[in-house]
């Protein structure tokens, strides 16, 4: 399993109140409606990364668990990349013989039960042609 947790909770639930108040999801969407704050729902959404953590921290432990930080895969995102194939035991430039780039079309973000090959620590599969799972809470 890997696992990408945010550090800075309480930035991650202004993030999620924000995003659903403007229909912004990702930097580079634009905002529908300007944000307000709403302590509110900002607690809320803590509450709800608090209870997800600890739901994940129940469903992994005993597991082998890479874990990786929200805040550095930001910062360096090509370095956490080749953090998480060295886990894998994947050579960051050659999979199954066949040459990867590292970068946003090279790994699938989906939850479970979607038809995708989870990939097992150790096991080796061309990201061309088999999406992986990688399950994150961010």
Request: charged fraction near 20%; glycine fraction near 10%; charge should be positive.
């Amino acid at each position: 399993w890997i696992r990408i947790r945010r550090q800075d909770r309480v930035a991650q639930a202004v993030s999620w109140a924000r995003a659903l108040q403007t229909g912004a999801w990702v930097g580079a969407q634009r905002p529908q409606i300007r944000p307000l704050y709403n302590r509110r729902m900002i607690t809320l959404r803590l509450a709800d990364i608090d209870a997800a953590e600890a739901g994940w921290d129940g469903f992994l432990a005993g597991r082998e668990v890479f874990e990786l930080d929200y805040e550095a895969l930001s910062a360096e995102p090509v370095a956490e990349a080749r953090r998480v194939l060295g886990f894998l035991g994947v050579q960051p430039h050659r999979i199954g013989g066949a040459r990867h780039a590292i970068g946003p079309q090279a790994v699938h973000f989906q939850p479970p039960g979607h038809g995708q090959k989870l990939m097992s620590v150790g096991e080796r599969v061309p990201l061309s042609t088999q999406p992986v799972g990688l399950h994150c809470c961010v």
